[in-house]
């Protein structure tokens, strides 16, 4: 029996119609038997998501004030969604009783608090999604992820998935074969019971995870885009779609400003080769972008070019540093002890650069990061600068065609953009250039005209 397994983003879930539309893709392929939710997003009338309701409400009672509005507010979402489809105020009723009493559960540990509350978006969608499918003929049947053994480390708001949990979540495939599986998204269950969830948009990591689970045929994440385009539309007019990519392209483009799949939902379908395929939930016509292990080596070599802002570098000058024993591991040291991750460590024979994300440091931090420097590694020079974009090509055939860095230091060059670093990781499949931040739509254009 063919097995897919069907994530749906919070624009795909936003209103009654939305909720018909889900059972309408259903329908049109009868191996979508699993199906994860997220919580409802913007909608018709609705200009805030339900779980920033829910974190706004979780602030509120954690600074022990009223949160009566953004609960009024969740409740009357839900039933401005699946009360028109049938679901009466008696089955609504029972089902949101459950964020009341998770609103009145104990605060004294903040990230539990807030975890258990705010999973309650996904968790009330799936079950009344589940309902609602059995109303119109659709043998459905809801799944806790705490039953079907779906255990997280205890790291609340950033929690990742243990490896017994692809083994527990097996037996899923026996229920898809009987009924419809609507399993929530976003969350899952300590060694201790307690409820815990991944980072933001983490509902894309739960499909990943049932998909590897099940041995899925293939893992669909549906959203309201058309899938993943060679360049931001923001930054380029109408650029191309990829029909086509690799994990590692899609890893390489999600690190630098291409966020339609949330970046570790890549690792448990690639553990077993599971295609992925995103699509737009309102342009089902469009087959979107699939992601898979291998793709033929006739497409396009490169298939994206992506960038993002907000970086920072320091760079140490020093004579023999190359001599030095030891030293670039005081240098990452010092990173490490101020809870510091950095993205690129670029290198000459006398000189050495750290480039990070400048959203981590704090106004105190930099000087604190100076004098470490100062008196762990007496650097001859040592220069800062902010205000750094990093543009990146990547595509499978950087491993094999010729000239490309040329190619793109020459297109930058006639564009009038300056490179303070290059860099190109060991997969080969990406060459990331560092530039002034004010050059970033400058430089993505220069490249998208040169490669496409």
């Given at each position: 029996?063919r097995?897919?397994?069907?994530?749906?983003?919070g624009?795909?879930?936003?209103?009654s119609?939305?909720i018909k539309?889900?059972?309408?893709?259903?329908?049109?392929?009868?191996?979508?038997?699993?199906?994860?939710l997220?919580?409802p997003?913007?909608?018709?009338?609705?200009?805030?998501?339900v779980?920033?309701?829910?974190?706004?409400?979780?602030?509120?009672?954690?600074?022990?004030?009223?949160?009566?509005e953004?609960?009024?507010a969740?409740r009357?979402?839900?039933?401005?969604?699946?009360g028109?489809?049938?679901?009466g105020?008696?089955?609504?009723?029972?089902?949101l009783d459950?964020l009341?009493?998770?609103l009145?559960?104990?605060?004294?540990h903040?990230?539990?608090?807030r975890d258990?509350?705010?999973?309650?978006?996904?968790?009330i969608n799936?079950?009344?999604?589940?309902a609602?499918?059995?109303?119109?003929g659709?043998?459905?049947k809801?799944?806790?992820?705490?039953?079907?053994?779906?255990?997280?480390?205890p790291?609340?708001g950033d929690?990742?998935?243990?490896?017994e949990?692809?083994?527990?979540?097996?037996?899923?495939?026996?229920?898809?074969?009987?009924?419809?599986?609507?399993?929530?998204g976003?969350f899952g269950y300590?060694?201790?019971?307690?409820t815990?969830t991944?980072?933001?948009?983490?509902?894309?990591?739960?499909?990943a995870?049932?998909?590897e689970?099940?041995?899925a045929?293939?893992?669909?994440?549906?959203?309201?885009?058309?899938?993943?385009?060679?360049?931001?539309?923001?930054?380029?007019?109408s650029?191309k779609?990829?029909?086509?990519?690799?994990y590692?392209e899609m890893?390489?483009?999600?690190y630098?400003?291409?966020n339609?799949?949330?970046?570790e939902?890549v690792?448990?379908v690639?553990r077993?080769?599971?295609?992925?395929?995103?699509?737009n939930?309102?342009?089902?016509?469009?087959?979107?972008?699939l992601?898979?292990?291998?793709?033929?080596?006739?497409?396009?070599?490169?298939?994206?070019?992506a960038?993002?802002?907000?970086?920072?570098?320091f760079?140490?000058?020093?004579?023999?540093m190359?001599r030095?024993?030891?030293?670039?591991?005081?240098?990452?040291?010092?990173?490490?002890?101020?809870?510091?991750?950095?993205?690129h460590?670029?290198?000459?024979v006398?000189n050495?650069?750290?480039?990070?994300d400048?959203?981590?440091?704090?106004?105190?931090?930099?000087?604190?990061?100076?004098r470490?420097?100062?008196?762990?590694?007496?650097?001859d020079?040592?220069?800062?600068e902010f205000?750094?974009a990093?543009?990146?090509?990547?595509?499978?055939g950087?491993t094999?065609?010729?000239g490309?860095?040329?190619?793109a230091?020459?297109?930058?060059s006639?564009?009038g953009?300056?490179?303070?670093?290059?860099?190109q990781?060991?997969?080969?499949i990406?060459m990331?250039?560092?530039?002034d931040?004010?050059?970033?739509?400058?430089?993505?254009?220069?490249?998208?005209?040169e490669?496409?």
């Amino acid at each position: 029996m063919r097995l897919v397994v069907s994530k749906f983003g919070g624009s795909s879930v936003a209103s009654s119609e939305k909720i018909k539309h889900i059972v309408e893709i259903m329908r049109l392929d009868a191996g979508r038997r699993c199906i994860v939710l997220s919580a409802p997003g913007k909608g018709p009338g609705a200009g805030v998501k339900v779980t920033d309701l829910l974190i706004e409400a979780v602030n509120r009672a954690l600074n022990r004030q009223g949160y009566a509005e953004p609960l009024a507010a969740v409740r009357e979402r839900f039933s401005a969604i699946y009360g028109p489809l049938g679901l009466g105020a008696g089955a609504l009723g029972e089902v949101l009783d459950d964020l009341d009493a998770r609103l009145n559960s104990s605060a004294n540990h903040p990230g539990k608090f807030r975890d258990l509350v705010v999973a309650a978006g996904e968790d009330i969608n799936s079950r009344l999604f589940a309902a609602y499918l059995n109303t119109v003929g659709v043998k459905a049947k809801y799944v806790n992820p705490k039953e079907a053994g779906l255990t997280v480390t205890p790291i609340f708001g950033d929690a990742q998935p243990l490896p017994e949990a692809a083994a527990n979540l097996a037996a899923l495939k026996g229920v898809c074969a009987d009924a419809v599986a609507v399993f929530p998204g976003f969350f899952g269950y300590t060694a201790d019971g307690e409820t815990a969830t991944f980072s933001r948009g983490g509902s894309d990591l739960t499909g990943a995870i049932l998909a590897e689970a099940v041995d899925a045929d293939e893992y669909e994440n549906w959203t309201d885009v058309d899938g993943i385009f060679s360049a931001h539309p923001l930054m380029v007019d109408s650029p191309k779609l990829i029909s086509a990519l690799t994990y590692k392209e899609m890893r390489e483009l999600s690190y630098i400003g291409f966020n339609v799949l949330h970046e570790e939902a890549v690792r448990p379908v690639m553990r077993k080769k599971i295609p992925i395929r995103l699509r737009n939930a309102n342009n089902i016509e469009n087959k979107g972008t699939l992601i898979v292990s291998e793709r033929l080596p006739g497409e396009r070599d490169i298939v994206g070019i992506a960038s993002g802002g907000g970086y920072c570098s320091f760079t140490l000058q020093k004579f023999l540093m190359n001599r030095e024993k030891g030293f670039g591991r005081r240098l990452l040291s010092i990173f490490e002890e101020m809870n510091l991750s950095y993205e690129h460590c670029p290198s000459g024979v006398d000189n050495i650069s750290v480039i990070l994300d400048q959203g981590q440091l704090k106004p105190e931090t930099v000087n604190s990061v100076i004098r470490a420097f100062d008196e762990k590694l007496a650097p001859d020079e040592l220069k800062t600068e902010f205000g750094i974009a990093m543009v990146s090509v990547v595509g499978e055939g950087l491993t094999h065609k010729i000239g490309v860095l040329a190619t793109a230091a020459g297109a930058l060059s006639k564009a009038g953009v300056n490179i303070k670093m290059v860099n190109q990781g060991s997969s080969e499949i990406s060459m990331i250039f560092g530039i002034d931040a004010a050059d970033e739509k400058k430089a993505v254009n220069a490249l998208y005209n040169e490669f496409f």
